[in-house]
């Protein structure tokens, strides 16, 4: 989107996050497509992230990189002095807003400010809210309603700030993938957080039963680096096969991830990009551990995809079981639902195209 005015236009994303989580890596680079082709000249901030992260999240050459909290002052400057009706598109994802991001939302707030008052454009693609509290919270909101385009990936999100626009998550516009045929899916994923407590007998003894029945070979797979070890335990304990990160690279372990979504029929997991990239591949997403915290489940209802998250505390083995079976035949509704979430944020997409082509006439 190329300006007739002698100074170039000028698009600033934020692209932090830690290098070690597909999940975040994957919502960054959809965040960074939104911003591409807006401006002449694109600025990116990559926080403390090293040089693997550009590479994976796809950062075009002649980008603008600013890294660590010592860059803030530059990008901010380059705020201040930049032409008339610049773009600023915020990433997408879990905003924290417990006590301590008072300053940094403070920060945002000032940005947006900047932006507005160049007669420029504030997007903030699909975001949820953890641990709101003020004054972080009421910044925050601030902040949204002076934005042009501001879109919320949970009910409970949107409100809080009072916002109006509930739309899919920014990673279900990652690519669908055909994936093998249903009868040719042998595997049960499973990755789940390392910070949880390892599941139950219950729970281990529901999961292989299921796998037995079904006659699918049981893998665990790593989405998190913090994970391996859970997922070392989990395999040892269900008898299945542990596949590690290791010394792989964050560009190649995304790759064999997606192809082992495209050979699984189920994949278990408490994390909530595992389990959108594998409805993507055309797995069967479940989410199955004691007090899930609802953000799986939240996100999934937004796409029309209910009951993908199930509490498993104090539940019997019957029970845990019952789940699984219940589950097994999802595929054909994970397909239409995620399709369908894909084309939804395309269109939002194209509205904030729009937007900012308006803001330059």
């Avoid at 236009?9 to 911003?35: C, H, K, M, Q, Y």
Wanted: glycine share 8%; charged share 25%.
């Amino acid at each position: 989107m190329s300006s007739s005015r002698r100074r170039p236009t000028r698009t600033f994303v934020s692209l932090t996050g830690p290098a070690g989580n597909i999940g975040d890596a994957l919502i960054r680079r959809e965040t960074l497509e939104w911003a591409r082709g807006t401006s002449d000249e694109l600025v990116a901030y990559v926080g403390e992230t090293p040089d693997v992260w550009l590479h994976q999240l796809g950062v075009p050459t002649g980008t603008i990189v600013l890294r660590t909290k010592r860059s803030v002052p530059r990008w901010l400057w380059l705020l201040a002095t930049a032409p008339r009706r610049p773009v600023l598109v915020l990433e997408a994802g879990e905003v924290p807003l417990d006590r301590g991001n008072g300053l940094r939302e403070l920060v945002f707030l000032a940005e947006t400010v900047i932006v507005r008052l160049k007669r420029g454009v504030v997007v903030r693609p699909p975001r949820g809210i953890r641990a709101p509290s003020n004054p972080a919270l009421w910044l925050h909101a601030l902040a949204a309603r002076w934005s042009q385009v501001a879109l919320w990936r949970d009910e409970k999100s949107a409100a809080l700030v009072g916002g109006a626009q509930v739309v899919p998550d920014v990673g279900f516009a990652a690519g669908g993938r055909a994936g093998s045929d249903e009868e040719a899916r042998e595997e049960l994923i499973i990755s789940l957080r390392g910070a949880r407590p390892m599941p139950s007998a219950a729970w281990i003894e529901a999961v292989r039963a299921f796998a037995r029945t079904e006659g699918l070979r049981i893998r665990t797979v790593v989405q998190v680096r913090e994970d391996e070890e859970r997922s070392r335990e989990l395999a040892d304990a269900l008898g299945g096969e542990f596949e590690p990160w290791g010394d792989i690279d964050a560009v190649t372990q995304e790759r064999n991830l997606r192809a082992r979504y495209d050979d699984a029929r189920m994949v278990i997991s408490d994390r909530m990009h595992v389990l959108v990239l594998a409805a993507l591949s055309g797995a069967v997403p479940v989410e199955l551990v004691p007090t899930p915290t609802g953000k799986i489940a939240a996100a999934f209802d937004v796409i029309g995809l209910h009951g993908v998250s199930h509490d498993s505390r104090d539940a019997d083995v019957n029970a845990l079981t019952q789940v699984l079976v219940t589950q097994r035949g999802r595929r054909d509704e994970v397909i239409a639902a995620v399709s369908a979430a894909a084309d939804k944020i395309a269109h939002l997409e194209s509205r904030m195209r729009e937007t900012v082509r308006r803001a330059r006439r």
